[in-house]
Every structure is written in structure tokens, then in C-alpha cells.
């Protein structure tokens, strides 16, 4: 099961969310893109509340400078956001491919 959390907005709770899903399902934790890593990363919050062994965290896709979204923040910092850099890095670490590439991940 892969899930993906989102919301508009920041501090509107999708790294709490986020760290009680983790904790709860004892998933993996793998967030593609992060933006404001100024401010510090999601994932280290995140592995920061949660107290089981098995989860594991894996890095991000990219790492952007400014806490923005994502595409302003990747055009201050000179990065162009790849959606099959994303997609192959999901595969990857899901073992789910999907079956056309119009499908949404």
C-alpha cells in the first residue's frame, strides 16, 4: 500500500500526519520533493516522533533551498523538477510501476 499525503498551505499538519502514519503502519517514509531545507527537513521531524524500528527513511528526489513550493523554490535554485527522475525513484524504493504514462502516481 503506498499513500501520499498532501495538502495546500504551509503548516496545515501534513508532517504530523505524516509522522502518526509512519508510526502506525511501521511504514517507510519518503517524501520526493522538499523544499525549505533552511528551515530544516520533513524527514527529520518526522523520524523525530515516531518510535518504531522498522520504518525506514529515504532520501529525497530533491532538495530545495527556499520554503516555497516546489517549482518557485527549484527556480530560485537553478533546478528543473523531473517527473521520471520522481517516477523511477518510486519504483524503485515501491516496486509499483504503473501501467501507462498518463496514470498519476
Do not use: C
Given at each position: 500500500?503506498?499513500?501520499?499525503?498532501?495538502?495546500?498551505?504551509?503548516?496545515?499538519?501534513?508532517?504530523?500526519?505524516?509522522?502518526?502514519?509512519?508510526?502506525?503502519?511501521?511504514?517507510?517514509?519518503?517524501?520526493?520533493?522538499?523544499?525549505?531545507?533552511?528551515?530544516?527537513?520533513?524527514?527529520?521531524?518526522v523520524k523525530s516522533l515516531i518510535t518504531n524500528?522498522?520504518?525506514?527513511?529515504?532520501?529525497?528526489?530533491?532538495?530545495?533551498?527556499?520554503?516555497?513550493?516546489?517549482?518557485?523554490?527549484?527556480?530560485?535554485?537553478?533546478?528543473?523538477?523531473?517527473?521520471?527522475?520522481?517516477?523511477?525513484?518510486?519504483?524503485?524504493?515501491?516496486?509499483?510501476?504503473?501501467?501507462?504514462?498518463?496514470?498519476?502516481?
Open positions: 500500500m503506498n499513500l501520499f499525503i498532501t495538502g495546500i498551505g504551509t503548516n496545515v499538519g501534513k508532517t504530523v500526519v505524516s509522522a502518526v502514519l509512519t508510526e502506525a503502519l511501521q511504514a517507510d517514509y519518503w517524501k520526493p520533493i522538499q523544499s525549505g531545507v533552511v528551515e530544516g527537513k520533513d524527514s527529520d521531524t524500528s522498522k520504518s525506514v527513511f529515504h532520501a529525497e528526489t530533491y532538495l530545495l533551498q527556499e520554503p516555497l513550493s516546489p517549482h518557485f523554490a527549484a527556480k530560485l535554485d537553478g533546478v528543473e523538477i523531473e517527473l521520471s527522475k520522481i517516477y523511477n525513484q518510486f519504483v524503485r524504493l515501491s516496486g509499483v510501476e504503473a501501467k501507462s504514462t498518463n496514470q498519476v502516481i
